[in-house]
Every structure is written in structure tokens, then in C-alpha cells.
């Protein structure tokens, strides 16, 4: 007779804006977003869901490489790394996908008809 395996059901990734990120965050969360700075293994995201002009920024740790001025849904756990700045926050990505053809203005109108999708 063999043993079965149970796996522990991994919580859904919620939508969230970058600017509202603490280290208290619940993880997984998702963002879209467009790389800014790339090099192997790290990159800065500026967020595209925000508002005008309160776009901000979080470095996230993907395996590879992501490819500057394109657009990317991340899923990944909320981090706090130390640095010689003091402890920062980041996003170790578990699933990166390129959105770069998401018309992102329409994308908001449609999480707009459906109030049951939060975006915290």
C-alpha cells in the first residue's frame, strides 16, 4: 500500500498595489508592472496599477532574467532584506509572466465592474 502525500494548499495571490507593501503584508501578492532596471536574478519593478504620479517601486528576486520596459504579472511572498540602508522590503517572485500586450487601462475598468476583485 502506498502512503499518500498530502500537499498544504497555497493561499491565493492578492492584487495589491506596490506603495501599500509593509512588512506586515499578508503573502503571496500579486502585481503588474513594468521593469525599470534588470541584471540576472533581481530587478526593479515600478508598479502600473497605481494612480498617476504615486507609481512606486520594489525590487523583486526571479530566477533568470526579466527584460527592461516590459510589463510583467509577478506572484511571489513578501521579504524584508538588510542592506546597508537598514531593512527593505522586496518580492521573491515565485511566477513571472510577460503582459506586455495588457492594455492596462482596460484592465482597471474591468476590475472596476467587478466588486467582488479587491485591490488593496
Not at 3 to 13: H, M, S, V, Y
Not at 49 to 77: A, F
Not at 88 to 116: G, Q, R, T
Amino acid at each position: 500500500m502506498s502512503e499518500e502525500k498530502e500537499f498544504k494548499r497555497r493561499e491565493p495571490a492578492r492584487l495589491v498595489r506596490v506603495r501599500e507593501i509593509t512588512a506586515e503584508t499578508q503573502s503571496p501578492v500579486r502585481i503588474i508592472g513594468i521593469v525599470v532596471q534588470a541584471k540576472a536574478g533581481i530587478a526593479l519593478v515600478q508598479d502600473v496599477m497605481d494612480e498617476p504620479n504615486q507609481h512606486k517601486s520594489i525590487q523583486v528576486q526571479v530566477e533568470g532574467t526579466l527584460n527592461v520596459d516590459e510589463k510583467y504579472l509577478l506572484i511571489g511572498d513578501v521579504v524584508e532584506r538588510t542592506s546597508t540602508d537598514g531593512n527593505e522590503l522586496m518580492i521573491a517572485v515565485s511566477f513571472a509572466h510577460n503582459v506586455n500586450s495588457l492594455d492596462v487601462k482596460l484592465y482597471k475598468e474591468a476590475l472596476e465592474l467587478n466588486p467582488d476583485i479587491e485591490i488593496s
